[in-house]
Every structure is written in structure tokens, then in C-alpha cells.
């Protein structure tokens, strides 16, 4: 555990020299307060929460912005390395390959949380101040907003080290984390929209879309965030889908932890085997 802690902490001193943190940090924060004060337009004299507007509009959003920081993280650690020399020095030391997979991902998942905290907490912060009408609700959907986040930016990271390990050239995984990042965010949705146009309702049953929606970690995460309350379920037009979801809003959670576990377990299985 002390060598995990020591290799997780090298990551976090290189994204804080490099600046990560503070770029990731305030492009979350610039997102979250534009969507807010964008989001008092609709609102108008309505009695409606400011704070779960911005939630609803943020679920929609960071889906293309968190994994897309997530994968820059995460799909050069190993393959870069390699590339440059570093990990055949690293692996001179008394030290197992587990640990550095499982050191740099808690590394990354670190820089990631305190980035989301800081940018979104901040962005929240200013948000429930300023309209004074935020109320204990409010801070807990924005709450489970920052959670879930973490856990989506998570799941992404993992994905990124199981392409760093799968490949021999940093252009290599580069490529792919593009394609993985359309494939989740643009593709994969678009296919089950033009499969439900083009099904028009006879084959394919709402509870296999529910079901099919928890194989892309940023569907999941949007099932979590906007159909998870009531209140985020109305404002985002799925109260009517929630009611009537086959699928628990906890099979979103299991999603989301399995697509960091199984990914993740097997870059560290891969990498174990490969040859440096």
C-alpha cells in the first residue's frame, strides 16, 4: 500500500506542476456557471431551484467534457512511459506491476476528484449563495452530481490505462481514446436512436433500451443524475420514463463501478504480461 501511495502522489505532484488541475478545474467551474446563469432564463418567476436546473443541464454536458479529460489523463501513462524509458527504469526497483497500475489510476483519480471539486464545488458554492433559495435537496442532488462525475471521469480513466497497456505506440492510443471517446459519447447513441427509429416500437421493448443504455458508462451516468430524484426527473421531461424504468437507478452505480473495476483489472493483467 505505501508504494501504491508513493507512485498515486508522484502523479498528483506532476499534474499540479503541470497544471492540470487548475486547467481542469476551471474549464468545470466556466461550464457550471455558464450553464447557471443560462439556465435562469427558462426558469423566469417559476418557483424552480437554479441549483437543479444547472444540475440537469450540467448531466447533459459533462459527458463530453469529463471523459474526454479523463482519456487525455490516462492513455499515455504506461505506453508513454515505455516510449520514453522511464518504466524500464521504474521496474528496476523492488516494485510489482499491480502496483503501478493500481498507483497511477489513484494518482489520476485524485487529480480528477479534486478538480471536480473545486470546480464544480465552487460553481455550487456561488450558485446556492447568490440565489439564497438553495435548500438541504439542493445540496444533495448537486452532492450526488459531483460523486457520480468522479465516478464517470473514473470509469473513463480506467478505460484509458487498458488501451495504454494494449498498444506499443503513444500515437497508437491516442487514436483509440478518440475513437473510444466518439464511440461512448456520440455513436453509441445515435445507433440505439436509429434502432429504435427504424424498429418504429415492434421488436425493441423499453426494458431492453434501460438495459442497454447501463454498456456505456455515460448513459449511466446520465440515468443516474436525471432520473435519480424526482425533482431532476421532472425538470429533464424522464419523469414519465423513470416511473416506468424496469432497471433501479442502483444498477446506474453498479454500471459505473463495474466499467472502473473490469477495465482496470484488466490493464493490470495485461500489463503484467507484457514484455517491456
Known sequence: MKTISIIALKELKDALRNRWIIAASCLLAILALS??????????????????????????????????????????????????GSMLLLLTYPINRWQIIFGKFLGHTLILSIATLLGYGAAGFLIGFSTNSAGFHDWLVFGSLIASTVLLGSAFLSIGYLLSVSVKERA????????????????????????????QGENIKSDFVNFLLLFNPADSFRLLNLTGFDSTASLSGMSSIAGRAVLPVQYAIIALISWITLPLLLSGYLFSRREI
Do not use: C, H, K
Open 35 to 84: 450553464l447557471a446563469f443560462v439556465g435562469t432564463a427558462p426558469v423566469g418567476g417559476a418557483n424552480i431551484s437554479t441549483m437543479q436546473v444547472t444540475v440537469v443541464s450540467l448531466s447533459s454536458l459533462s459527458v463530453f467534457l469529463v471523459p474526454l479529460i479523463s482519456l487525455m489523463l490516462s492513455y499515455d501513462s504506461i505506453v508513454g512511459e515505455v516510449e520514453r
Open 172 to 199: 497508437t492510443a491516442m487514436g483509440l481514446a478518440v475513437a473510444v471517446w466518439l464511440l461512448f459519447v456520440l455513436l453509441f447513441d445515435m445507433a440505439v436512436l436509429g434502432a429504435l427509429v427504424v424498429d
